[in-house]
């Protein structure tokens, strides 16, 4: 299993890297990515150290173990030049807090986030079919998201990223280890956003081409 959306205590996850880690790992995950709450204020901490541990625990537990960055509430035309920061300071993941109608997140989040050419438009709400082709376009994947709150809209979500050939992902946007992926909670979540069961494998294929590109 592929998650690559989840959160530490480096920002508001429970868990430090190496609890997370090692039990995203026993329950049969083989690839996480560790996506902690970014913005100007703290990339310059949390990167740096998101990295050592990640090498670390890739190492030692045999599993891939990728840094990475949340967007979150960035000013949207600042998601570009945070995105560059990001990967500057070697977060191989970058995610963009979307516009999920959990929040009131800033207006044209998605827009920017999808146009800035980022890995993963997380929980985005109201997708547009606009926002939906550009993601499409520049390879952007749409999350499906476990995630309590930020799901509701996972099956319009879902309908217009098919519908404008976006590629979907599903992440949980882990807080603590009961988020973490299981078969029932796959199952679940795909019911619930009108996706056949069999999709799941679409979606692990896509989130192995951004790993892909990240090893490469």
Do not use: W
């Not at 709150?149 to 519908?163: C, D, R, S």
């Not at 807080?175 to 056949?196: C, F, M, R, W, Y």
């Amino acid at each position: 299993m592929i998650d690559l959306h989840t959160h530490t205590f480096f920002s508001d996850g429970v868990l430090c890297p190496s609890e997370l880690v090692y039990r995203a790992k026993y329950k049969g995950y083989t690839v996480i990515a560790l996506t902690d709450h970014i913005d100007y204020s703290n990339m310059e901490i949390v990167i740096p150290s998101i990295i050592k541990v990640a090498k670390m625990l890739t190492e030692n537990y045999g599993i891939l173990v990728l840094p990475g960055a949340e967007l979150t509430y960035i000013p949207p035309k600042l998601i570009k030049d945070a995105a560059d920061k990001c990967r500057k300071l070697g977060a191989e993941i970058i995610v963009v807090h979307g516009e999920t109608v959990a929040e009131t997140v800033p207006p044209k989040t998605n827009m920017c986030a999808v146009e800035a050419g980022v890995d993963v438009l997380a929980h985005p709400g109201h997708l547009s079919e606009e926002e939906a082709g550009i993601a499409a376009e520049n390879n952007v994947k749409i999350e499906i998201t476990s995630r309590r709150g930020h799901k509701a809209t996972n099956k319009e979500v879902a309908e217009i990223a098919l519908k404008k050939k976006a590629k979907l992902v599903l992440n949980t946007d882990s807080h603590d280890p009961d988020n973490l992926l299981t078969k029932e909670l796959i199952e679940q979540v795909l019911s619930d956003a009108g996706l056949p069961a069999n999709y799941y494998d679409i979606m692990q294929k896509n989130s192995a081409e951004i790993v892909r590109s990240k090893r490469i």
